[in-house]
């Protein structure tokens, strides 16, 4: 049997990994853009795409609709009890429902995703993992947005972080036990991390309960992956082995725990010790987290 060649080796490697597996379409534009293409033409290509995968998958369409039915709904009543709390209910309101459309609409977009993602196989709906996580994105706004307005932690504020925060436990489980694992659900989850943790971790902050050195950390653990894997997919000109590694998901324990417990250290008598404790273990788990990435990271060439 003929060995395979570098890249075709690599991208075997990929795979058993857990990796996602190449997305042909996404490698095909990129490769155009590197010989010259425009980023309009890179757009527009994106954009029919998107339009011929709604075409071809009408059951998603629907399903789709629907979760973004339910979600304006919770968005206005979500707006209104913040009002209740003293956040301007207009501004609660738009912004909520707003961000809940810009997330379903990437969703549309990105409906070719919606793909096992290392067989490629069709995967049969978007399901509920996937709106879990939509919603741990769509949180961050109204959890900045407390954090803004008022001067500590609400009663809405508390059961919008611990949703969102059992969201990122169950959301993986739930996509496996469903079989509904798909391409959406890896693209989707990092980056509405980097948002859900980075308001909690920013509202915290500002309320003087959390350090603003650790808050800004926090910040720079969830986008740097996402800012630096976005430039690394143009300088490459293919797609990125996206996966979940063992020590990403630590980090997120830890600094989930260390968030959880700085807002516990209001209600209840939490030891000093305990509270730099964690934040050392979060931080940690943050650096060995960033460094597994950048290791695992291909070069640009």
């Known amino acids: 049997m003929t060995a395979p060649a570098p890249r075709a080796g690599a991208r075997l490697e990929e795979a058993r990994e857990g990796a996602m597996a190449p997305n042909p379409f996404l490698e095909d534009q990129l490769s155009a853009l590197h010989r010259g293409g425009g980023f309009g033409s890179f757009a527009r290509a994106f954009w029919d795409r998107a339009r011929e995968n709604a075409e071809a998958r009408p059951g ?85 947005l407390v954090g803004i307005y008022r001067p500590g932690p609400t009663v809405a504020w508390v059961v919008l972080c611990l949703l969102a925060g059992f969201t990122d436990l169950f959301d993986g489980t739930v996509a496996i036990r469903l079989g509904h694992e798909s391409r959406l659900g890896r693209v989707l989850d990092p980056v509405l991390d980097a948002f859900f943790f980075s308001a909690a971790a920013f509202a915290l902050a500002r309320w003087s309960l959390l350090p603003a050195w650790m808050a800004a950390l926090v910040a720079l653990r969830y986008f740097t992956p996402v800012i630096g894997g976005l430039a690394l997919l143009f300088l490459r000109g293919r797609s990125l082995p996206v996966r979940h590694t063992p020590w990403g998901q630590r980090s997120t324990f830890a600094t989930a725990l260390a968030l959880l417990v700085t807002w516990l250290a209001t209600r209840i008598t939490v030891p000093a010790w305990l509270l730099l404790a964690l934040y050392a273990v979060a931080v940690v788990n943050m650096a060995l987290a960033l460094g597994g990435i950048a290791r695992r990271a291909p070069r640009a060439a």
């Open 60 to 144: 998603l369409v629907r399903e789709l609709r629907v979760a973004r039915r339910l979600g304006l709904v919770l968005a206005v009543a979500t707006g209104l009890v913040l009002g209740a709390e003293g956040v301007p209910v207009l501004v609660a309101a738009w912004a909520l429902g707003l961000t809940w459309l810009l997330l379903t609409g990437w969703t549309w977009a990105e409906l070719g995703l919606v793909r096992h993602p290392r067989t490629d196989a069709p995967a049969p709906r978007i399901g509920p993992a996937n709106v879990m996580t939509l919603f741990r994105g769509w949180a961050a706004v109204p959890v900045a």
